[in-house]
Structure formats: C-alpha cells, structure tokens
C-alpha cells in the first residue's frame, strides 16, 4: 500500500500503527534474506515509534501525514544513536550524536516510523549497490540484477514491501536510476529545497536529498515535510514551499514537454527506447505539446560531472583519517602510517579510484586543463537549459540506457558503469528537479522508467505532469513477484 492509503485506513481506525509496523516487519522477515536491502534494522525502535502513533491517532483531531507510516532512511543520513556507515568499512562504528535536518523533520512531523537504514554503494560513488563494503543488494524484480545505485537499497527496499517509502540521495541520479530499475518513483528536488545538513558529503555542488516511493502522491508527501530553508545549512534556499498535494491534478493539458534530440542515442536498448517513444503518445493524447528541442553541450556531460564530482569527493574525504571517528589501523608505526594504512584499510576499490581522479585534477599544473575547464562547461550546461525552459516546461527523457543488468557485468570497467549515468547528471550540473517514473515492462519483466525534469524551483509543475500519466498509465502499481 501507499503512503496515502495507509494515512485513510489508520485515520479511520480500521487499522493501528503497530499492526501496520508489524506488518512490514514480518514482509522484511520473509524477503530479506534474498534481497539485502538494509544495514541496519531497528525493530524494536520502530514499534516503540508505532505505539506513540498509535497514541496521536487515539487523540483525535489532525493527526500529521506520515503518522504510522514505516519509512526506511539511506545510510548516509546522520541518525541519532543509530549507526550511519556510507557503506564503507572507515565509518562501520560511527554512530552520530545528531540527527539529519531531513530525518528530524520527519520525526517532528508527528509519528513517523523508522524502520533502520538502507544499503548503498560506498559513500554513494557507483551505479549498482555493488561497491559496498558490507553486502550486494539484489533487484526484486530479477534476484540476478542489481537494484541500480547510489540508492540501490532504499528503492528495492520500496519495490519489495520493505517498507512504505524511504528517503535517498542523488548526486548524478542515485534516486533516479535505482527508481526505473525497480519499478519506483524517485524524485531529486531543486539543489537547495531540501537541507543537506546530516547527509555524509560526496560532492557538495552536486549532492541532493529526495524521496522515493511507490507512487506520486506520496512522493509530494515527503517531500512537503523534507523542504524548506534549514539554518544549518547555508546551500537551502528560503523560498516558499508550495502546498504539493494541490499540484496532483490528473491532466496535461496545455503542458508544453520538451524531447531533447541529444538524449536519444546509439547504444539505447531497443526495448527502453520503444517505452520512451509510448510516454511521448501517452502525453500527446493527454493533451501535451510535444515538442524537439536541443541542449547542444551534452556530450560533454559525463565528462564534466566525473572532474566536478571527483574533485569535490577528494576534498569532501581528506576527513576520513583515523583522528576523529571512524576506523583506525592498529598496525601503524607513525603518523603517516597511520593515515595511509586507515585509508587503504576503510576505502573500497571505487572510493578509492575518484579519490585519485579527483586530486589529480585538483593538482597543481592540472587544475586549470580540468576542473577549472569543467565549471565553466558546467556554465554552458545551465545556459543550454535556461533557452530550453523558454520554449517548453518540461523536458522527457530516459532514465538510463538499459533496464537493470547482472549482478557482476559492469563491476569490473568503470566506463561502462560510468555511462549507466549518461542520462541523470545533466540534471545535477544544472541544480534542476528531476522526477523518474515507472513506464512499463520489457519483455524480459524488468522495470523501465522516464524522467521528468522541470525549472529551478518548480517541483510542482513536474508533480502535476507526473501524476497525470501515472493515472494515465496505471504502471505505478505493477509489483515485483518476489
């Protein structure tokens, strides 16, 4: 069930908060085993939390909208008293004194329900849940598929009844991807709607908290409660927050959507071009203009997003030494042994690989060739969508290039692996919302998906574009067979 489903059968008291919590908890009993969506499960937390919503729901009144909703959180954000790892064997003890501004504000809402954190690639670096240090998430679509990544766990712990909804982050489509390979919807907002203080950084310009659900309503509901100006974090913009629910309005009518030529290319799989091509009529026939348009700098993309976010991951984990938290080799004889043995110990192989990328490009003699080159492609980037945002409202394009592929195909060639991102990043350089959405089948049963991506800001516009073909298209309620 939805967000939203479960919110009218728990108002109208045909069922509690526990019995909904223990109805997930047995569903992560049956599944998990054969799934790995979490690293850390806190049961009994949880239904302490489901009998406090209980309480709220007893008292009558206005009860909050994710009061007895179980919500599973991505390893990255900051919980209090509950261990937040990235994934990665430097931080497997670190336990924060601080809550996350988006996990305190779920709790604040009044009655939200954690159910623990959520596996991931190692510090969010990869595109399949496979490089974490701990275990391999696997799709529930096809157990010999990967979930895709960053947010590999969150969205198979979504797609597989784990949980209810849960929170990810995306810094060049880690809630996008792993949402159209498990059938999701994943929504990356505006850099700056919602706060970054609590998320473990990989790359600061880029980095971007959002939800992940099993439809758009709920996504509108999560993000409501997750947006808005945060004092600890000086990137959030203080904007007003619109009211989401009201943007669900079942039509497209008068919409104007942008095709970028650019993003259909040689190399798509067959069968994700031919979803694609049905979005399009689909959006047609509910009364959109569709239209070609062409954002000229995108071959440069991957490029650009791969100095930037190196760059910025190099920086971001000079902090992880072995001084303050975290792991520290017992085997040094000095000093500098013991920050070279606690990275090479802590760091898996990819972290490890954009640690080097990034410096490199940061050096001396280089920094100029390459990050300094890369910003002002960068720059191009926001100017190709500012010209595009003055013809259409929205532009449509694939998710990823292929649906979810074997567990162990791509691991070992980090090209290949970069390129699952050929299609989300643009969205990150440019700081736009972006929204995926499930669209269908392939003949194989696996899970394809779609992107909306709209202006600075303008979520609900892309929410109200969205609902209108989920309700359209029905894909939204199709489940895995696990």
Not at 283 to 305: D, F, K, R
Not at 417 to 432: K, R
Request: hydrophobic share 35%.
């Amino acid at each position: 069930m939805t967000i939203h489903e479960i919110r009218d059968q728990l108002r109208k008291r045909e069922v509690s908060a526990r019995e909904v919590t223990q109805a997930v908890l047995r569903r992560i009993e049956e599944v998990e085993e054969k799934v790995h969506a979490y690293l850390t499960l806190t049961s009994e937390e949880a239904l302490k939390q489901a009998e406090e919503a209980d309480r709220l729901l007893a008292g009558g009144g206005e009860v909050p909208p994710l009061t007895g909703v179980p919500l599973a959180i991505k390893d990255n954000l900051c919980t209090r008293g509950i261990r937040t790892t990235c994934a990665s064997k430097i931080l497997h003890n670190f336990i924060p004194p601080y809550d996350a501004t988006v996990v305190r504000r779920l709790k604040e809402s009044g009655g939200t329900i954690l159910l623990g954190k959520t596996n991931m690639d190692q510090f969010a670096m990869g595109s399949s849940t496979e490089t974490s240090s701990f275990k391999i998430t696997r799709n529930p679509w096809d157990l010999e598929r990967v979930p895709g990544g960053s947010s590999g766990g969150s969205a198979a712990a979504v797609a597989a009844g784990e949980c209810i909804a849960a929170l990810g982050s995306d810094t060049g489509g880690s809630i996008r991807q792993p949402a159209s390979h498990c059938g999701i919807v994943g929504l990356k907002p505006t850099y700056g709607r919602v706060s970054r203080f609590g998320l473990v950084a990989f790359a600061s310009s880029l980095d971007q908290i959002g939800p992940m659900t099993r439809d758009v309503a709920d996504t509108a509901l999560l993000l409501q409660i997750i947006s808005g100006k945060d004092p600890y974090d000086s990137t959030s913009v203080d904007i007003p927050v619109p009211d989401y629910e009201q943007a669900l309005i079942p039509e497209a009518k008068g919409l104007k959507v942008g095709i970028p030529k650019e993003y259909f290319v040689a190399g798509m799989d067959p069968q994700v071009e031919e979803r694609i091509r049905e979005v399009i009529r689909t959006y047609e026939a509910l009364g959109a203009l569709c239209q070609e348009v062409s954002l000229p700098h995108t071959p440069y993309a991957l490029a650009t997003y791969y100095i930037l976010a190196t760059a910025e991951a190099s920086s971001n984990l000079a902090r992880y030494d072995g001084v303050k938290y975290g792991h520290r080799t017992p085997e040094a004889k000095n000093l500098l042994e013991m920050y070279c043995k606690t990275r090479e110990e802590g760091f898996g192989t990819e972290v490890k690989r954009r640690i080097m990328l990034g410096t490199y490009t940061l050096s001396a003699g280089y920094y100029e060739a390459y990050y300094r080159k890369a910003q002002q492609v960068r720059t191009l980037f926001r100017q190709d969508f500012q010209k595009a945002f003055e013809e259409v409202d929205l532009l449509l394009i694939p998710t990823s290039p292929t649906p979810a592929f074997k567990i162990g195909e791509k691991v070992d060639d980090p090209l290949q692996m970069y390129l699952s991102d050929i299609f989300t990043i643009s969205a990150n350089l440019g700081g736009l919302p972006a929204i995926c959405l499930p669209c269908g089948l392939t003949r194989e049963g696996l899970p394809v998906g779609f992107q909306l991506m709209g202006r600075l800001f303008d979520e609900a516009t892309l929410l109200r574009a969205a609902y209108a073909y989920e309700q359209a298209s029905g894909y939204h309620r199709l489940r895995p067979p696990i």
